[in-house]
């Protein structure tokens, strides 16, 4: 249909000067927002490059943890294999229980009085502090088996990572256009064959997002593992045993003041942030290969 003479004047017209001026205003705030959190965030990485570059060698990948803090040389080997260990035990628990709860949530619970109440749980869970859910994990672990153990420490962080995995999937879930349900389940598909088959791979990229997000909460936590996971100086492979983690030598050697504590501490700072990068990055191929929009 032709646009008529006053339609075409409208369409040209510039807008109002203060709604010209209040979108330049809100623009450029927002663009010195993440400037500012783009300075800060390039500091940190500088700074940590500065401190921990010198300290990363082979011998400092694949050495045991010294017993003596006074000690100059050692490495973190051990820590590096805790941190897999246990973070991965802690993935394995957390994201298939959190994706299936979301799928609950969104697919089969919506507003129900059970769903709302995984919601509200979901949500409290998010705030409590990392610390308040390794002394939970002690109570009624710990305590109860007397053994400080690799897999206490997985379930400390498996309990952080639940309550992200739920909420961040539920959302990716809802973002799925309703007509693609609609469509399938007019072909004859159940509902469990629609989430299976349209649902989540719709969503996948945003599940696998979320799902490296909590596990990136996982790797960095420190005060649950203190307290449930206990200390060790050689490698340890399995969720059985005390283990230790890399947050945990970079507390107990930040605290030292002595030389060799403190550069063994910085670079376990900058290898924890290069192995969350690299799953962060790992994640992001593995979402773009399964994702179903433009590439």
Same mark, same amino acid.
Not at 22 to 28: C, F, K
Not at 269 to 295: D, E, K, Q, Y
């Given at each position: ?8 004047? #409208?369409? /040209?017209?510039? *807008?109002?000067?203060? $709604?010209?001026?209040?979108? +330049? &205003?809100?623009? =450029? !705030? ?9 300075i ?6 500088f ?11 082979w011998?400092? #990948?694949? /050495?045991?943890? *010294?017993?003596?803090? $006074?000690?100059?040389?050692? +490495? &973190?080997?051990? =820590? !590096? ?34 769903a ?14 990392? !610390? ?10 710990v ?7 690799g897999?206490a420490?997985a ?42 088959a ?50 945990v ?34 994640a ?12």
């Amino acid at each position: 249909m032709a646009l008529t003479a006053d339609s075409r004047d #409208l369409l /040209s017209a510039r *807008p109002p000067l203060r $709604r010209r001026l209040t979108n +330049g &205003v809100a623009t =450029a !705030i927002m663009m010195a927002a993440a400037l500012t959190a783009l300075i800060a965030l390039l500091l940190v990485v500088f700074y940590l490059l500065k401190k921990g570059a010198h300290v990363i060698t082979w011998d400092f #990948l694949t /050495s045991d943890i *010294p017993r003596n803090v $006074r000690a100059p040389a050692g +490495g &973190v080997y051990p =820590a !590096i294999i805790g941190t897999l260990v246990m973070t991965g035990g802690a993935a394995a628990m957390a994201i298939p229980l959190g994706i299936l709860g979301a799928i609950y949530l969104n697919e089969f619970g919506k507003q129900r009085p059970l769903a709302r109440f995984i919601r509200f749980m979901a949500d409290v869970m998010t705030g409590v502090p990392s !610390i308040v859910m390794g002394l939970f994990i002690y109570t009624i672990w710990v305590v109860r088996f007397h053994s400080l153990s690799g897999f206490a420490g997985a379930l400390a962080l498996g309990c952080l990572m639940l309550p992200i995995v739920i909420r961040t999937t539920e959302e990716m879930l809802r973002l799925v256009p309703d007509e693609l349900r609609q469509a399938s389940q007019a072909l004859g598909a159940r509902t469990w064959r629609t989430t299976l088959a349209v649902v989540l791979p719709a969503g996948l990229s945003g599940i696998i997002s979320g799902a490296m997000l909590a596990l990136a909460r996982a790797a960095g936590e420190t005060a649950p593992l203190v307290f449930v996971a206990g200390i060790v100086f050689e490698p340890n492979r399995t969720l059985s045993g005390q283990n230790t983690a890399l947050p945990v030598q970079i507390f107990r050697n930040a605290s030292q003041p002595f030389p060799g504590a403190q550069e063994r501490a910085w670079g376990a700072a900058l290898t924890l942030v290069a192995i969350v990068f690299a799953f962060t990055l790992l994640a992001r191929l593995i979402s773009r290969r399964f994702s179903t929009g433009p590439r």
